[in-house]
């Protein structure tokens, strides 16, 4: 028998399957910041926006004409600086037991390069 070309299909409803509605695929906790953190470790470009130094150099050295190649060793310097600020604090807080970095890991790290500063 022969079914009209115009006619709609439809379903046979005892043999069609209901497919549930899927949820968002979920990462587990931390997987995307472990990513991030090695996709940054990875990288060679600065991580500190330069307009954000060069407004705080120009901020702080009123008057005075800067190169930008000044603007650019200063920014190295300011993200070497931070970069064995913050690995040494991690090293406190690891050393104390502790997986989280805190604000009192870093003054610790401060007190320690004061008093080593000559």
């Given at each position: 028998?022969?079914?009209?070309?115009?006619?709609?299909?439809?379903?046979?409803?005892?043999?069609?399957?209901?497919?549930?509605?899927s949820k968002p695929h979920r990462w587990k906790s931390g997987t995307q910041?472990?990513?991030?953190?090695?996709?940054?470790?990875?990288?060679?470009?600065?991580?500190?926006?330069?307009?954000?130094?060069?407004?705080?150099?120009?901020?702080?050295?009123?008057?005075?004409?800067?190169?930008?190649?000044?603007?650019?060793?200063?920014?190295?310097?300011?993200?070497?600086?931070?970069?064995?600020?913050?690995?040494?604090?991690?090293?406190?807080?690891?050393?104390?037991?502790?997986?989280?970095?805190?604000?009192?890991?870093?003054?610790?790290?401060?007190?320690?390069?004061?008093?080593?500063?000559?």
């Amino acid at each position: 028998m022969a079914r009209p070309t115009n006619a709609p299909i439809v379903p046979n409803t005892e043999t069609t399957k209901v497919r549930k509605q899927s949820k968002p695929h979920r990462w587990k906790s931390g997987t995307q910041a472990l990513r991030q953190i090695r996709r940054l470790q990875k990288s060679v470009e600065l991580q500190i926006p330069k307009a954000v130094i060069e407004r705080l150099i120009r901020e702080r050295a009123q008057g005075l004409r800067i190169d930008k190649d000044v603007v650019l060793a200063l920014q190295t310097a300011c993200e070497a600086f931070a970069v064995e600020r913050l690995r040494y604090s991690n090293l406190v807080a690891v050393s104390r037991g502790s997986l989280t970095l805190t604000a009192k890991d870093m003054k610790v790290v401060a007190a320690i390069e004061d008093k080593t500063m000559p």
